[in-house]
């Protein structure tokens, strides 16, 4: 890293990380802050001062972003382990990160929703991604009085769709996707429903059991099929099959 002063206006910590990081903005060092990320020091006047370390946490918490797409709380997270010595006190610095596999990272986003206008700060997604995704009936946005807002399977799908953009697949190549579930719901919807209309609430709790079988099961059999379908390249090519 090039020589950084002591410390720094929000404007130095740009200049310092732009080259690495074009999207970085202003607005967006001041969302990581509000989200208590950044913890700059403040002088007297109240200008924001940020020192190399400041710096180096800022490039730690981008390269998550960019290269792994966590969220927030889960960068939030790694934070915490780094100042509290469970992980490497060297991370921090070098911004070395361990590998994760797409659904572990997703899976550690629990309960939560979040404001559509905070999609290009917090997930770094344009809101035209988000607004073609909506589109082609991928995700939905609900409104309320503070304005539209993703719940957490859309935040989900969110991340999942811009990690497929990354491989050539856009929105329209993953409304099979959309298609292939709404045929599974209306299957599953034959075998629940009459007794989802029971007045018996015992026979309603079974019919939502049932349905939590039948989701995990076509999961367990979809991911079969697709492993199935692709184990024959890496033995075309002489590799062992990671799965």
């Known amino acids: 890293m090039d020589q950084v002063k002591e410390k720094m206006s929000i404007g130095d910590l740009l200049k310092l990380l732009k080259d690495e990081f074009p999207e970085l903005t202003i607005s967006k060092i001041r969302f990581l802050e509000s989200e208590g990320l950044l913890k700059p020091?403040?002088?007297?006047?109240?200008?924001?001062?940020?020192?190399?370390?400041?710096?180096?946490?800022?490039?730690?918490?981008?390269?998550?972003?960019?290269?792994?797409?966590?969220?927030?709380?889960?960068?939030?997270?790694?934070?915490?382990?780094?100042?509290?010595?469970?992980?490497?006190?060297?991370?921090?610095?070098?911004?070395?990160?361990?590998?994760?596999?797409?659904?572990?990272?997703?899976?550690?986003?629990?309960?939560?929703?979040?404001?559509?206008?905070?999609?290009?700060?917090?997930?770094?997604?344009?809101?035209?991604?988000?607004?073609?995704?909506?589109?082609?009936?991928?995700?939905?946005?609900?409104?309320?009085?503070?304005?539209?807002?993703?719940?957490?399977?859309?935040?989900?799908?969110?991340?999942?769709?811009?990690?497929?953009?990354?491989?050539?697949?856009?929105?329209?190549?993953?409304?099979?996707?959309?298609?292939?579930?709404?045929?599974?719901?209306l299957t599953f919807e034959q075998i629940i429903l009459p007794s989802l209309k029971s007045k018996d609430p015992e026979a309603r709790r079974r019919a939502l059991d049932i349905l939590l079988q039948l989701v995990n099961l076509s999961r367990e059999l979809k991911d079969q099929l697709l492993k199935n379908r692709v184990k024959e390249y890496f033995r075309q090519s002489n590799q062992p099959l990671p799965f």
């Open 41 to 185: 020091e403040r002088t007297p006047s109240g200008y924001r001062k940020f020192t190399s370390a400041d710096a180096q946490r800022l490039r730690f918490i981008l390269k998550l972003q960019k290269e792994k797409y966590l969220p927030l709380k889960v960068i939030r997270e790694k934070l915490e382990e780094l100042e509290s010595g469970r992980a490497r006190a060297g991370d921090l610095a070098s911004g070395e990160m361990e590998t994760l596999r797409v659904g572990e990272e997703l899976s550690a986003y629990q309960d939560a929703t979040m404001a559509r206008e905070n999609i290009p700060q917090a997930l770094g997604i344009d809101l035209s991604f988000a607004d073609t995704l909506e589109e082609f009936g991928l995700i939905c946005s609900h409104p309320s009085e503070e304005g539209p807002y993703y719940e957490k399977e859309d935040i989900k799908i969110l991340r999942i769709a811009r990690e497929f953009s990354r491989y050539g697949l856009e929105p329209r190549h993953m409304r099979m996707y959309e298609n292939l579930t709404n045929r599974e719901v």
